[in-house]
């Protein structure tokens, strides 16, 4: 049994038992922390407290589901960092394209952010449900889980039974990818798309979104005899010129052979 972390053991102890009951206001309140929505300027959301109480201040105009996001990662501020404000760039929250520490603060929040909008006790049983690793899928967790579509993504990704692993292009090639707890670090990703792959299309304009397509493998990875081996891609388009890519595995030859 995987003990909790911080934000899941307040969840559990708010007696939070399903996703929509994940009501940040209430929580911010629980924590003595209140929220406001106003113009920001040069930054997405700061906190400004004192050992007792805080303010939680987060841009509006923004997505909604951003919003949620960002009002977790001030309450992991507010969690871990007591006593000292923070003004956070859209850069600081939710940033897979920047390396960091564990230690890092800003990555710090992010997880309590994961951890408090996506708790593992309620998203593990609700992605088992859901069998096929495809942007379907994350669109019905991330509704109901009140998350966006990258955010929802790399949950799964660590979360679901499913062996997968999630990448980003742009128009220069490769930005980031996430592999799953049973993906291999001994799979290399190929630097550029191939152009046998449906994401190929979606990142030029040729439609917003795939659904889960059988793929050669060496479509993918650079690896020696990827060839003898398919797996799975779906892909859609996250911004103008942005893809995200799932790629999962039905079976787990490739995996094992290349785990050895
Ligand atoms: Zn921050």
């Known amino acids: 049994m995987i003990k909790p972390t911080a934000a899941e053991e307040l969840l559990q102890s708010l007696g939070i038992s399903k996703p929509g009951d994940i009501c940040l206001e209430a929580i911010a309140l629980y924590c003595n922390a209140r929220i406001k929505i106003e113009p920001l300027d040069g930054c ?19 997505l909604y589901e951003r919003q949620r996001f960002s009002i977790g990662h001030e309450l992991g501020h507010w969690r871990y960092h007591k ?15 920047k390396e960091r520490s564990i230690n890092d ?20 049983p609700e992605a088992e449900r859901l ?56 799979l290399f ?13 979606v990142l030029y304009g040729k439609g917003e979104q795939t659904r889960p397509r059988k793929i050669g493998a060496d479509a993918w990875f650079d690896n020696l005899g990827a060839d ?3 797996i799975f891609e779906d892909t859609m388009r996250i911004y103008d010129s942005r893809i995200l890519t799932f ?11 290349y785990n050895t």
Not at 117 to 122: C, D
Not at 247 to 257: F, V
Request: glycine share 6%; net charge negative; charged share 30%.
């Open 131 to 186: 069998k096929t690793a495809s942007f379907e899928t994350i669109r019905s967790l991330s509704k109901l889980f009140k998350t966006s579509i990258t955010a929802t993504a790399l949950r799964y990704v660590d979360l679901s039974p499913i062996p997968s692993m999630l990448v980003c292009h742009g128009q220069n090639g490769l930005i980031w990818f996430k592999k799953g707890r049973d993906v291999s670090n001994r």
């Open 105 to 124: 603060p800003e990555k710090v929040a992010d997880d309590y952010a994961v951890d408090l909008l996506m708790p593992r006790y309620l998203f593990e």
């Open 189 to 201: 990703l190929k630097s550029e798309l191939d152009p046998d792959s449906f994401a190929l299309d």
């Open 247 to 257: 790629l999962s595995w039905r079976d787990e030859e490739m995996l094992e052979k």
């Open 83 to 97: 006593g000292r404000s923070f003004v956070c760039r859209s850069d600081d929250i939710g940033n897979e394209e």
């Open 228 to 230: 003898r081996y398919e």
């Open 44 to 62: 997405e959301a700061r906190i400004i407290g004192n050992h007792q109480k805080a303010i939680i201040t987060v841009a509006e105009g923004k």
